[in-house]
């Protein structure tokens, strides 16, 4: 047998991160590696970041710091930092970190051939962050973590500048990826067998306005629902400046399109809103909400939100409270604001002390459960369609966790693998978070 060097990489940030590190072990295999989950056997390790709030960029370079004693005890281990931190730190990691080998940023991410074979012949401390100017992954081998549900960037960057966020600095521009590229990606998922794709982008529905040949996303949407074979159609993340009727008519019309959509409104105060540069306020939201209830039944609605925000009073905070009494969201992830230094938000002087953001963090994720367990407990009894797409992480004997259109995780048991398959499930139990059911055969 042929040794072959060990890769290990470890993943932050969100989906297109995810995504990014199958692309990064799909080029490395190729490239002679096979992975490994141990840090401490492994040849090269690639760190893909991410710098959304400065918390996990901390923690990321705490295991920097320690990744220190592996090179000292093999200095011919490689280390490289990859993903929207290195690109926002670049020079500072490696003045921070000198034994770091070698910084891309996420735009580098499908030409990593070229990255590894100079860094491996002797140009060390190598960085690579330049744009390249056409985002595509044509013929990039791929290794994904899912055999069910495939993740799809059709789009990377933004152009949106929301005032707290450093996502425009890291990942550049939006760029959106050719149609025919993404439908030609998606009949292969079919060959393969992928019954999901969940489609990937800062802000979908300004897919396709920079192409050389324009399209839109419900014009993309619609060409994927046609394609035999793929059973679901995910995306994710609608702004909702850009939200458009269209867009509603589409998810009505194409029956593969799952009932959910992923609308962040990150703060329940028109003022914040016009200070965090959403360009839109609370009533624009409210009516986009109910347009999309009026027209597409059983539709399950999720948010980002975020408290503390520099000049929120208490009365700001009680809006985004009553925005969510009032909407009623199925999930919601929330977050306390991040200074980010890059971010025009870091110059706002009217900063909120931890302590009270931590206090209206606690009131709005207990007012959100409430509001996810009482949603989820008016389905019990039904029976839903589920994908059955996991064993769950704490594995059970006969257990599977799958998802239904809406979203929601259903555990059942079942004596077959059903993996891979779409079942009905009838929900006997509910939390906030989970419904639990049986299988209907
Ligand atoms: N493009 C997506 C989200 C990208 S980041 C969108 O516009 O919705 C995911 C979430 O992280 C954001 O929706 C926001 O709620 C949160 N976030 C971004 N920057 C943040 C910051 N500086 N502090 C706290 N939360 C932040
Ligand atoms: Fe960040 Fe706003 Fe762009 Fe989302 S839309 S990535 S929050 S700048
Ligand atoms: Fe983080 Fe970059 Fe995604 S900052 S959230 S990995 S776009």
Known sequence: MTYKPKLFVKTYGCQMNVNDSEYIVGQLIKLGYSTTEDIFKSNLILLNTCCVRAKVEQKIYSLIGKIKKIKENNPNVILG???????????????????????????????????????????????????????????????????????????????????????PYTRGPEQSRGVSEIVSEVKNLVKDKYKEIFLLGQNVNSYGKDLS????????????????????????????????????????????????????????????????????????????????????????????????????????????????????????????????????????????????????????IDLQKEISAKINKKLEGEILEVLVDKKPKRYIENQFSGRTGPNKTVVFTSKKNLLGQLVKVKIIKSTAWTLYGELIE
């Not at 690109?87 to 990255?115: C, G, H, M, T």
């Not at 009727?245 to 016009?274: A, E, R, Y």
């Not at 009516?287 to 520099?310: H, L, Y």
């Open 81 to 167: 930092i990859c993903g929207c931190m290195a690109q926002k730190e670049k020079e500072n990691i490696f003045e921070r970190a000198p034994y770091v080998d070698f910084i891309f940023s996420p735009s580098q991410v499908n030409n990593l051939e070229k990255i590894i074979n100079t860094v491996k012949y002797g140009n060390l401390k190598y960085i690579s962050c330049e744009n390249t100017s056409e985002f595509s992954f044509n013929h990039i081998p791929v290794k994904r973590e899912s055999k069910i549900s495939a993740w799809i960037q059709i789009m990377r960057g933004c152009n949106n500048y929301c005032s707290y966020c450093v996502v």
């Open 213 to 364: 040949q324009p399209a839109t996303f419900s014009e993309l949407l619609e060409l994927l629902n046609n394609i035999k074979g793929i059973e679901r159609i995910r995306f994710t993340t609608s702004h909702p400046k850009d939200f458009s009727f269209d867009l509603i008519k589409t998810i009505k019309k194409c029956h593969k399109i799952c009932n959910h959509i992923h609308l962040p409104i990150q703060s329940g105060s028109s003022k914040i809103l016009k200070v965090m540069n959403r360009k839109y306020d609370v009533n624009y939201y409210m009516n986009i909400i109910k347009e999309i209830r009026n027209n597409i039944d059983n539709i399950a609605i999720t948010t980002d939100a975020m408290v503390g925000f520099p000049g929120e009073t208490e009365k700001d905070f009680m809006d985004t409270l009553r925005a969510f009494k009032e909407i009623e969201f199925d999930e919601a992830y929330t977050f306390i604001y991040s200074n980010r230094e890059n971010a025009i938000a870091s110059l706002l002087p009217e900063k909120i002390p931890l302590k009270l953001k931590k206090e209206r963090l606690w009131k709005l």
